[in-house]
């Protein structure tokens, strides 16, 4: 670890005693990223999943679009409620898409299937890095043209949310890395396009979609803002514009509240 990270408060008192105290950056809430600091050696687990611990007692906890009211956080087999905030979520229609991208065929659907098992592993992958730590930074300069948690009309017809955040801009404009990490995928997806999964440690990752160009390899490391990529319209896009995914584990989080005004 290259430096500790303040962290603020609310601090949750899981027991008696200051090494039980965890602290935590963000509010808990749909769609949120709270990255934590107890004692080193603690055993957590949210909502029953275990949640792995650095050396420096570093550790990081996700909750979906969809996550309930509440979750559980427990610390050595003490556990404490957590209040979850509820979000309102957007709609988003967008229309003029080649309708293949909206109702693929037979052949597009099997790469479909066997591209979301490639992403799901690595998504999942529980490195003992601490990059996470550090905040984001913008990937992209561009116009916001898409947010997370927008629930997707396409072409008319209702679909998944986006899980993302978009950034459109000219094709070309340089891609960076929004956290130190290393890459764990760099290929050309149907939707996603060309497209690049840095993993952060702890099960945080982000995704740089629709480039026109990877400027880097699998299994490279990283450095915050360095460039990896270029801004491009490859896979389900109407237009250039980099979608930029934050994730603990395979949970699709929002990105936006971590980075920069």
């Keep these: 670890m290259r430096r500790r ?31 934590g600091q107890g004692a080193a050696g603690q055993r957590l687990a949210l909502d029953g999943q275990a949640v792995r611990v650095s050396p420096e007692g570093f550790f990081a906890l996700g909750f979906g679009r969809d996550h309930g009211p509440s979750a559980t956080l427990t ?21 003029g898409l080649p309708p293949a991208q909206v109702t693929p065929d037979a052949a597009a659907l099997e790469r479909i299937r066997t591209e979301r098992e490639r992403l799901a592993a690595v ?41 993302g955040l978009d950034v459109a801009g000219p094709v070309g404009t340089p891609i960076l890395a929004a956290q130190s990490g290393q890459v764990t995928l760099a290929a050309d997806f149907h939707f ?10 702890h099960g945080v990752n982000t995704l740089y979609a629709h480039l026109s160009a990877i400027e880097v390899r699998q299994g490279e490391d990283v450095r915050q803002g360095q460039r990896i990529g270029a801004m491009g319209a490859t896979g389900r896009v109407t237009g250039p514009h980099l979608h930029f995914s934050l994730s603990w584990y395979r949970v699709w989080l929002d990105p936006q509240p971590l980075l920069p005004a």
Excluded at 5 to 32: D, K, S
Excluded at 75 to 95: F, K, L, M, S, Y
Excluded at 142 to 159: D, E, K, Y
Excluded at 192 to 199: E, R, S, W
């Design 192 to 201: 996603f396009g060309q497209l690049i999964v840095l993993d952060h440690g």
């Design 5 to 35: 990270a303040a962290l603020a408060l609310p601090a949750l008192m899981l027991g008696a005693g200051p090494a039980r105290a965890v602290e935590w950056r963000g509010t808990p809430q749909q769609g949120a990223l709270l990255i």
């Design 123 to 163: 998504r999942g992958l529980d490195s003992g890095r601490t990059d996470f730590v550090r905040g984001l930074a913008w990937p992209a300069r561009g116009r916001i043209s898409g947010i997370f948690g927008s629930q997707r009309v396409l072409n008319g017809q209702p679909r998944q949310p986006h899980y």
């Design 75 to 95: 610390a050595n087999g003490v556990a404490r409620p957590i209040a979850v905030a509820r979000r309102e979520w957007d709609v988003q229609h967008i229309t």
